[in-house]
Each structure stands twice: as structure tokens, then as C-alpha cells.
């Protein structure tokens, strides 16, 4: 919090991973359940003038910068307070969408800030269980209980649903951002 006699300025740190859960249990990623209260109590001072997120995120969860931004964003209307970001280091993907909750952003030129897209990665082990000699036995019902099974050939439905899915996240990326910018 910076405080003068005047006027108070509210600080919202959103640094590291954005993901549902911190990482190994410890405090670190970014997430609405752990944000929330501090995020409130950033805007509860009574002489605040204005909210800065100092912004320094890889990205991660598309969900959780849309929640953590729609939080921001849905009391500085209410209390008709300004927000204000300061991009660090990085603000890539859903760092940029959690950026994108200031009225203004404010980086250096060093700065690395964008990457308004969606990514889904993962492996592929048939051969490697194969040669080893792994029999895998998998009992599921219902469509898509195997989507991207690292232990089953990859099938071509499976990538059309991944890039529908995809194609839908980053279309919604894209409207946040136009909104915003």
C-alpha cells in the first residue's frame, strides 16, 4: 500500500504461474481463491484513488486470468476507482489477460509482454511402452475419456477437439483484449 495524507493507492501483486492450485501446495500461483481477499482489501481503503497490479506472469490457466481479471475489473467499476498496471519482466499470455484488467498499462522496453494465443502440449509413449514391454489397460465410458493419452496413438478426432477448443479460448483472448485496448 502506498499512503499519503491525501490519497492512498491500492497494490495488487500478480506475480508467478497462473494456475487453479499453487504449485506443490505452497502459496506462488496466481488464482481467484487465493487473490480474492487480497484483491478486495486493496480496494476497501476509504481515501483510494487508485489500484496498481504490478503484473510479472508466464501465463498459464485461461479460466483463472479471466476470473482474476473479472474480479478486478467488476469492483473498480463498482467503486469507480482506476486501475493501473505495471508490467515487470514478463506478461505473456494470461499475464497479458490479467494486464489487460488496467485502464492503462505501463511496461519498460525491456520488457516482454503478448502472446495472445492458446497452447496445449503433451507426449507421446506408445513406442517407449512398447519397447519395454508395458501392457496398459484403460476401462472408460463415455466420448472423449481419452483424449490425449499419452499412451495411445494420437487420433485425429482428438486434435480436431483440442484445436476446437483452443480456437474458442483464444477467440475469447482476443475479444478481452479489443475490449480493453
Not at 480474492?36 to 510479472?56: E, H, P, Q
Not at 479471466?66 to 519482466?89: G, H, S, T
Not at 483440442?162 to 477467440?171: G, N, P
Amino acid at each position: 500500500m502506498f499512503i499519503t495524507k491525501k490519497s492512498i493507492i491500492g497494490i495488487i501483486k500478480l506475480a508467478g504461474i497462473i494456475s487453479t492450485e499453487s504449485r506443490l501446495g505452497s502459496r506462488g500461483g496466481l488464482n481467484l481463491n487465493d487473490l480474492s481477499d487480497s484483491i478486495t482489501k486493496a480496494f476497501s481503503f476509504k481515501n483510494i484513488k487508485a489500484i496498481v497490479l504490478l503484473v510479472n506472469s508466464p501465463g498459464g490457466s485461461p479460466v483463472q486470468s479471466a476470473l482474476i481479471a473479472n474480479r478486478i475489473r467488476d469492483i473498480a467499476k463498482e467503486k469507480e476507482i482506476p486501475v493501473y498496471c505495471f508490467i515487470e519482466d514478463l506478461a505473456a499470455s494470461g499475464g497479458y489477460w490479467l494486464s489487460c484488467a488496467g485502464d492503462k498499462i505501463y511496461a519498460m522496453e525491456s520488457s516482454i509482454i503478448g502472446s495472445i494465443g492458446v497452447i496445449t502440449s503433451g507426449f507421446g509413449a506408445v513406442e517407449a511402452i512398447k519397447k519395454i514391454g508395458i501392457e496398459r489397460r484403460v476401462y472408460s465410458q463415455g466420448k472423449n475419456k481419452g483424449l490425449l493419452d499419452p499412451f495411445l496413438p494420437e487420433k485425429k478426432d482428438d486434435v480436431k477437439q483440442i484445436l476446437i477448443i483452443q480456437k474458442d479460448l483464444h477467440s475469447q483472448f482476443i475479444a478481452w483484449v479489443k475490449k480493453k485496448r
